[in-house]
């Protein structure tokens, strides 16, 4: 009844406080170790995530760099064989280093004429049944020709055209069009022949004709010659990139921004052997895009609910528990000891009287001690902290009194990270031991800074006296932190210099002392010299692992240079101590006594006091000094071909200094090769090209506009004696290490000239003394054949008829060979007229329907003739149409018909095109349709009659109104003959018909 009433009384509130404050203390508690445990999983999550997005980013540049090596092995070597292929990949170890890659490869490029040349030198090189797939006619082929590793599911992939899957050819266009590396989208691979399919995708990398110049995408397309690439398993490749660790999270990657089951390319969710089975949202998941070679990927990291337990602690359901027990036990405690207040406060009155003094100065030491000093009463609560011990700790006096060692204002944790018991606290120790605990160190989250304090603690228990338990225990703590962050950065900094040396597994990294014995020998050393550290390490001298007498000779250089003996060891650190480094090509001598050629770089490692050592970094240089051999054999054999060319071959400098000369210009102009080197090549032109070529090569160089460069044409060169002959010249740019120069070819032509002009006088002589007996021939028997001299016989009118065709047919072969005597004697008058095409053409058409009736040919336009106007002779136009017409239907079967179409094309021409059903034209004789007298059946037995003159004739005749003839054919299909002229008024320029330009038109225009 009594202690209801003291409950009820005024003095029974402070009871209740405590409780009320224990209480919420302890929710207040809970809820901070809830929110810190939330704050430290999401920091994690976030760091776990980054970690990943940086893993994939890097591994995708690292594959680039692997792709750009292979490029570089085409660039160096021109042409690079299977075997070479092979043994580049090899050294790559791909599996070992790169895992989840599924090979690395190489595509080429064909165009469809070299088809069967390709398809027959893979077959003959030991592939018998080898094919490019999928078949069918394509304007461009790349198919896979190495593909390493060469096994099991690669097989699938060779011949494989790439370029004809939309996909893949997005990506590799863009890799072309913008001179980079590129991946494609999400593809089915063709190896993916056996087990559970993957999504993969694929990486690309140009590779071009040396010497070619690639600065805009026209350049690049006209010198591409393959890409190499790697194809890509998405799983594999995740699971080489994140190994065998499970950070409990799971990651989604799909091929776009936006997200689909389409897109999705890779779920780590649906690869667990137990798959979560909860159907609780993650509490944590973060998105982001990247952009991957021009592909975009959108990477998901989601938690799973193994990454919240392990932030799950004991503390969790312990510190609610001790919080209620402690506060009831408080509350119980002041219930039983209020009673008695006034007689404890008069005793404690009396007790502060007799110690205020003593107390006063240590108050003062404590307040202003540097170190941290908590007192614990005997019941290990805190009674009091000194500032020093708030600061460190960042704690308010406040927030502190009253709490244990055990309690949850603070987080403890030893050095190895395990967390604190509070039973284990050293005040705790010391309270119970009654003996001093000394250097015990510990971490102390520090809430206000965020970050973990870590102190070293002594904790010395205080008595009232000799044979009484301890009364309370003074905390006295240093703060280390600073200490221990040096320490741990010198820790992290060995740790990262340990993981370089392991990980440069391609460089040997040697470290000596200043004797030259070896004390660091990396996995990169083990791997190139066979030996293992531990048995050369501390053992044997560096000078060990060269040839002897490579070091013998070094050491005999430098002493005639140094003037002082060199020998040894000291052979290979000299230069390296007087210059601070030394870079030179050495050879090693393996443990199997094999050679290896290396590239050697050495620093001395110094400290304070001086030289304290020696560290060496070797590269292993075989495939590069084998490149070298390559070039050098490759630079001989050219060389070869131009010492023993029959043209001349001179190159200049942008200033048009003459730099090299081959024995034939040498033989073509009269000079010495002395008298030529270094001179300007004007001194082989006669003026006034002399005079003006400096300033002509100077208006190339400044406006590109060209007079002889790229153009190939006929001059005169002027000989060493001062005679002049005619020549023909083609000058090239060609750009060696940024700086242009120019390559000339001269071929004398003096000897076909003079051939020419007999040939051409022949010609007219024949022509004109054939002309006028022919004409009195063809007239006689055109009268006999007509009927002037009556009725002949059947028999003598077959014959009369035969005889009068012929004679026709020698009379139109003397026309042609007059007409093309006067082109290319000049004496053709061309008259030029603005004038409409539409006319024109159908008078063309008018002029050769009656011979297309005579076969049962019919000719049609296939759509309306634009309206434009042409600057043409019409006369010379008309015989270059009805020239074409006549072909057409000379080679038509009977019944068929022949397409005449006009269209305008995006580069103000227009375009005449005959099409004809005939047997199309062979692909040998495809070369030479254009020149003079060429048939393709050229038998005596020949079906189809003419003169073999017509196409030469029509080809020069366009080339002086400024226009172009050429055909297009297909064996067995027919074949299309067109005309390009230039509109004579570009603004009349029609739309372009994109729908029906032929491709071979738009790749040309392009």
Known sequence: MRAGRFLLSPRGISAWITLAAGLLMTILLTRWLYENRQENAAARFGLIAADVINR??????????????????????????????????????????????????????????????????????????????????RTLYTAIIYLEPFAGRNLAAFGFDMYSERTRRDAMQ????????????????????????????????????????????????????GFVYSPYRIDDLMRGILGDHDPFVDITIHDAETLSDESLMYDSASLRETPQTTSLEPRFRESKTIRAFGQGWTISIANRPEFLAKFESPLDVLIP?????????LFALLVSTLGRRESAMALAANMSARRAESEERFHQLFLHLGQGVVIHEADGRISDANPAAQRILGLDLDQMRGATSSDLHWHTVREDGTPFDGQEHPATQALHQGVPVTDVVMGVWHVLEGNWRWIRVDAYPRFSGSDQPAQQVYAVFTDITAQRLADEEVRSARKRLSDVLSAASDIAIIATDTSGLITIFNTGAERMLGYSSGDIAGRHTLEQLHLPDELLARSQELTAELGRPVSGFQALVEKALQQGSETREWTYVRQDGSQLPVSLLINPIRDRQGVTGFLGVAQDITLRRQAEQALREQASHTQAILDHIMDGIITINASGLIQTVNPSAIRVFGYTEQ???????????????????????????QTRQARIIGIGREVEGRRKDGSRFPMELAVSEVYRQGAPFYVGMVRDITERKRIDRMKSEFVSTVSHELRTPLTAISGALGLIFGGAIGKLPDKAAELISIAYKNSQRLSSLINDLLDMEKLVAGKMSIQLQEQPLQPLIRDALEMNRAYGSERNIQLQLTRDIPPVNVAVDSQRLMQILSNLLSNAIKFSPAGATIDIDVTTTPHSQVRISVTDRGPGIPAAFRERIFQKFAQAD????????????GLAISRELAERMQGEIGFESEEGHGSCFYLDLPLSSPDQTVQHDKQNEHPTHRANSA
């Not at 690395?104 to 088809?115: E, N, R």
């Not at 528990?321 to 036990?329: E, H, I, M, P, W």
């Not at 005596?940 to 003159?949: E, W, Y």
């Open 675 to 701: 008298e030529m080197l270094g001179r300007n090549v004007n001194m082989l032109m006669p003026n006034p090209h002399r005079d003006a070529h400096d300033q002509y090569l100077r208006n190339f160089q």
């Open 56 to 137: 994939i980013e890097k591994r995708l540049n690292d594959h680039e760099q692997i792709l750009l090596g292979g490029a570089g092995l085409f660039d160096a070597t021109g042409t690079v064989s299977r075997q070479q292929w092979h043994a580049y990949v090899s050294r790559l170890r791909l599996e070992y280093h790169y895992p989840g890659i599924q090979g690395v490869g190489y595509s080429q490029v064909i165009a469809p004429a070299d088809l069967p040349r390709h398809i027959e030198e893979i077959r003959s090189s030991g592939f018998p049944d080898y094919q490019i797939r999928p078949q069918g006619e």
């Open 938 to 949: 050229s038998s005596d037995t020949r079906q189809k009659g003419g003169t073999g003159l």
């Open 174 to 225: 863009r890799a072309v069009n913008g001179g980079m590396t590129s991946i494609s989208g999400k593809v089915a691979l063709v190896q993916e022949t056996y087990d559970r399919k993957q999504a993969g995708f694929l990486m690309y990398v140009p590779v071009y004709q040396p010497y070619q110049p690639l600065t805009t995408p026209v350049e690049r397309w006209q010198a591409l010659r």
């Open 321 to 329: 528990v001790l919080g209620t027990g402690a506060s009831l036990f």
